[in-house]
């Protein structure tokens, strides 16, 4: 039996139907469904049962015969500064799955974030030596980097275990996540309403508007790391999750367009309450999860804009 935090969440769901691709079902889906409509997300999926995420960890001696564990479910909303929130969720309520996963010989996959290397003054390469050097810009990369350490400082440990700093993911399923979704999201959402697509003016000397750097990785590469890892279990340790590749505002706001027919990008004042925490550059050094024997490769920019707007956006967001 496998267990899913986040489930009905954005990569947890997609990660839950790519595994019924694969066949497997005997999964328990874990998350906190409130009010949002990330219920849909879990419409259609197989699975034994569906359990709160409060209920479940306060009761996880109840679930016999856990085979494997992904801790995707986590706060992550960047803007969010209510750290005791934060610490609750994506530190403690962490560390208690860690536990019972390091006494139960139960392999482990959590969801680390490229949040964690701040403005990138130290690159972004995922030795361990060096996360402890890191410095966040905000207490979401805050919480996920004390889970990192705290990881990193344990004696007992799971049979097998991975964290994965998630660069910047897209792709079908996150309509729900409203201001946290991505830029490719909004872009398109801002085409069908304005016919322009609204991208953050440079405020730091060296980047023209527009051409601040992202890591962007589609969300199904994401999901096939993942599942390679709990099939081969191949390395324990914490990894980059990105393309390796770097590319601008501009390209993606552009690649939008083009596949919608039209449009025209407009440039606005970043918020104030964001500025001081804004990454200009982002991209995975990807050599040590390449180590491992992956070799897959990762769709470009063109191809995951393409794939998510002609399949799932201009689908009437459909669902994966």
């Known amino acids: 039996m496998i267990i899913l935090t986040g489930a009905a969440g954005f990569i947890g769901s997609v990660l839950l139907g790519y595994l019924n691709e694969k066949g497997i079902s005997n999964i328990i889906c874990v998350d906190k469904l409130a009010s949002k409509s990330k219920w849909k997300n879990l419409v259609g999926k197989k699975f034994i049962d569906f359990a709160d995420r409060d209920v479940f960890i306060n009761n996880i001696t109840n679930y016999k015969d856990i085979e494997f564990i992904f801790h ?9 500064f209510n750290l005791d929130y934060l610490l609750e969720l994506n530190y403690e309520y962490s560390k208690k799955l860690f536990k019972y996963a390091s006494e139960n010989k139960i392999p482990f996959i959590y969801a680390s974030s490229a949040a964690t290397y701040g403005d990138g003054e130290l690159g972004y390469n995922d030795d361990e030596i060096i996360i402890e050097k890191l ?15 705290w990881v990193l400082k344990q004696q007992e440990r799971p049979p097998f275990w991975a964290g994965f700093k998630f660069f910047n993911v897209y792709g079908p399923n996150e309509y729900h996540k409203g201001r946290m979704a991505s830029v490719v999201f909004h872009s398109y959402n801002q085409l069908k309403e304005t016919g322009t697509i609204r991208l953050f003016k440079s405020h ?26 709990y099939k081969y279990l191949p390395q324990s340790g914490i990894f980059n999750l990105g393309t390796g590749f770097a590319r601008t505002f501009n390209d993606l706001a552009n690649n939008v367009i083009k596949n919608y027919g039209k449009g025209k990008i407009h440039y606005i004042d970043m918020p104030e309450d964001i500025r001081d925490k804004y ?20 769709y470009s920019l063109e191809d995951g804009i393409k794939d998510y707007m002609l399949n799932f956006l201009m689908k009437n967001y459909k669902i994966y």
Do not use: W
């Open 135 to 149: 410095k966040p810009l905000n207490p979401y990369g805050f919480s996920k980097q004390l889970f990192d350490l």
């Open 204 to 229: 730091k000397d060296g980047y023209a508007h527009g051409e601040q750097k992202r890591d962007f990785i589609y969300v199904f590469d994401v999901v096939k790391v993942l599942y390679y890892f």
């Open 72 to 80: 995707i479910g986590a706060c992550t909303d960047t803007t969010e």
């Open 279 to 298: 990454q200009y550059f982002t991209q995975a050094n990807m050599n040590k999860l390449k180590s491992t024997g992956y070799d897959e490769p990762f």
